[in-house]
């Protein structure tokens, strides 16, 4: 049964797969300022309160359940030691905003495979039949060629393939596409520094805020609480 860590977990990859970013670290504070926001994810976290959320933040980047690696070490040992503390501070993985986060690769693709196990049959109503094997070849024929003429010399044995990584790198971030939108999902334009959507006119990173007052305003309002003008988010 999961908990609100592999829940946590579980969103920020499909965020980044979203985003084809699973390979790629990124800034411990993009987790919970844009990935995985608390106002926008909440409900699917099932969190009773914020400091639940931010103690899952905490047990996520300190690499409770190898599902994340911080670095540098020294952080993430600071975060472990915060975690395991008699009184913990949930807000402690605010300091290390700077920490570089890699995602581990084999837990992502196993969200992912058993997120497909699940999708809906296909538009015919009838659930796709699986590919028939391919037919095994025949054996080679025996020739009357003597075993002197057909008996291979010897070789040199073959290296040894590195083992897969639990964590991968691309390298460089050319691989990536357009940048989304948190809150609409809308393209974010490329080559330049934006700081609001051109589409639901919330900020690009961070909690949403009224665009006349900047008071906070949370997902799914229309109208802004402080000053009472349109938020332009739906």
């Known amino acids: 049964m999961t908990d609100e860590l592999d829940r946590l977990f579980e969103i920020l990859v499909e965020s980044l797969h979203h985003e084809a970013r699973l390979a790629v670290p990124f800034p411990a504070n993009e987790l919970h300022e844009r990935l995985v926001p608390y106002r926008s994810s909440r409900s699917r ?99 009357t060629t003597s075993v002197a003429a057909t008996a291979p010399g010897p070789s040199a044995p073959a290296p040894a393939q590195p083992p897969d990584p639990a964590f991968e790198l691309v390298e460089s971030r050319d691989q990536l596409e357009v940048d989304h939108c948190a809150y609409c999902g809308g393209p974010l334009p490329a080559g330049r520094e934006v700081n609001f959507c051109p589409h639901c006119g919330q900020p690009a990173s961070g909690e949403p805020k009224c665009p006349a007052c900047g008071s906070a305003v949370d997902v799914g309002w229309s109208y802004c609480v402080g000053c009472g003008r349109a938020t332009g988010f739906e």
Not at 66 to 71: A, I
Not at 105 to 125: K, Q, V
């Open 45 to 143: 976290l099932r969190v009773a309160t914020y400091e639940d959320y931010e103690m899952a933040v905490l047990r996520l980047l300190a690499g409770e359940r190898d599902y994340l690696r911080l670095e540098p070490d020294t952080a993430r040992a600071q975060l472990q030691a915060e975690v395991t503390s008699v009184n913990p501070d949930t807000g402690f993985f605010r300091n290390f905003g700077d920490a570089q986060v890699l995602v581990n690769r084999i837990a992502a693709e196993r969200h992912l495979r058993g997120r497909e196990s699940y999708a809906p049959p296909s538009a015919t109503g009838v659930a796709a039949a699986p590919p028939e094997p391919e037919p095994a070849l025949p054996p080679p024929l025996h020739t």
